[in-house]
Nanobody
Framework: VQLQASGGGLVQAGGSLRLSCAAS????????MGWFRQAPGMEREFVAA????????AYRDSVKGRFTISRDNAKNTMYLQMSSLKPEDTAVYYC????????????????????WGQGTLVTVSS
């Protein structure tokens, strides 16, 4: 599967952005999907993930209550609605996918995802 992330940009602190991740190719397979981010000089870190059904979600603590992950399987697209953005949210955001085994366990590690998009830059100014 190929992933294309979009929606990044420059926003002031307190503002909002919505990221999208469009999947193409082998979309007939159920995928768990996730968002990760990488700030300059930092390791890539988990942000949020969602199961194939959309009923299971997970978030890193620092974005809980501010970010919402969702997906539309009919459109093969995943979203990340980001609100109350802070300068520390500045990073390149990557979407990722892995085959969904149907387990209730939501993977949150970079090594657990097989497919990656190219990233979209989010810059939050203070």
């Amino acid at each position: 599967v190929q992933l294309q992330a979009s929606g990044g940009g420059l926003v002031q602190a307190g503002g909002s952005l919505r990221l999208s991740c469009a999947a193409s190719g082998r979309t007939d397979i159920a995928y768990q999907m996730g968002w990760f981010r990488q700030a300059p000089g930092m390791e890539r870190e988990f942000v949020a993930a969602i199961t194939w059904s959309g009923r299971g979600t997970a978030y890193r603590d620092s974005v809980k209550g501010r970010f919402t992950i969702s997906r539309d399987n009919a459109k093969n697209t995943m979203y990340l609605q980001m609100s109350s953005l802070k300068p520390e949210d500045t990073a390149v955001y990557y979407c990722a996918a892995r085959p969904d085994s149907g387990s209730i366990v939501i993977v949150t590690t970079t090594s657990g995802f097989n497919y990656w998009g190219q990233g979209t830059l989010v810059t939050v100014s203070s």
